[in-house]
């Protein structure tokens, strides 16, 4: 009777994505998120006019097209570091 909720999938955890070579803050700004697996350091940005930058919480330098956008309405976790470590394989 109910089979449609049966076969309802789970939600995914949001996919996060790099900063891509044409990248527009706005008005607000961005949450871009340390690529370090150890680091969970999230980063607010109004321009894309650097080429590094250094985290605040873990000291390491990346390159800008190494960090991530961070989702607007998600909480970061560990979950997204290891997910980020197996898209780099």
């Keep these: 009777m109910f089979g ?3 076969k309802r999938k789970k939600p995914k ?3 996060l994505e790099r ?4 990248c527009h803050p706005g008005k607000a700004g961005k ?4 690529p370090e697996p150890d680091c969970k350091g999230i980063t607010h940005v109004y321009n894309f006019k650097w ?7 873990c000291g390491e330098s990346n390159n800008k ?3 991530y956008l ?4 998600h909480r970061i976790d560990s979950r997204d570091h290891a ?7």
Aim: one cysteine or more; glycine letters at 0%.
């Design 4 to 6: 449609w909720l049966k």
């Design 13 to 15: 955890a949001p996919v």
């Design 19 to 22: 900063v891509p070579r044409y």
């Design 31 to 34: 949450r871009i998120l340390c």
């Design 51 to 57: 080429s590094t930058l250094v985290c605040a919480r």
């Design 65 to 67: 097209y190494d960090w």
């Design 70 to 73: 961070a989702p607007v309405d």
């Design 83 to 89: 997910f980020m470590e197996e898209k780099r394989k």
